[in-house]
């Protein structure tokens, strides 16, 4: 599994891998929040100003899409990267994590990806 850090957002993958990368989501008084009702999309671009048709690839609920919200209830958020939406990249990227309640939409995290070169491929 992925970490988050904690001061930065800051994410790192190994290019073409699997990765499971978890947030909690918390109430303004720091308690874990029930989003087993809401929808999520983890998005990531080269630029913050390139269009959505630009990103290099997004995760959306339900599972199906990418994201699994099995414990939901509890507050988690698991976005599934799958070898695919890696495999091209490498470098600096940006990405968001944006939750629809009620339609309304929410940013939760926005932060650096970095896609890292692996050693173990051609």
Avoid: C
Avoid at 26 to 39: C, I
Avoid at 47 to 58: E, N, P, R, T
Avoid at 66 to 86: E, K, R, S, Y
Wanted: charged residues 20%.
């Amino acid at each position: 599994m992925l970490t988050v850090d904690a001061n930065t957002y800051k994410i790192t993958a190994s290019r073409g891998d699997d990765h499971k990368i978890r947030f909690t989501v918390k109430n303004s008084s720091g308690v874990v929040y029930d989003v087993s009702a809401n929808t999520f999309k983890f998005t990531v671009k080269a630029s913050l100003d390139d269009a959505i048709g630009a990103a290099k690839f997004q995760r959306t609920s339900p599972v199906g899409s990418g994201i699994d919200l099995t414990l939901a209830a509890t507050g988690i958020v698991d976005v599934l990267i799958v070898p695919t939406n890696t495999s091209g990249l490498a470098g600096e990227y940006h990405y968001d994590l944006e939750m629809t309640e009620s339609g309304k939409v929410y940013t939760l995290r926005q932060g650096v990806f970095t896609v890292s070169k692996d050693v173990t491929a051609a």
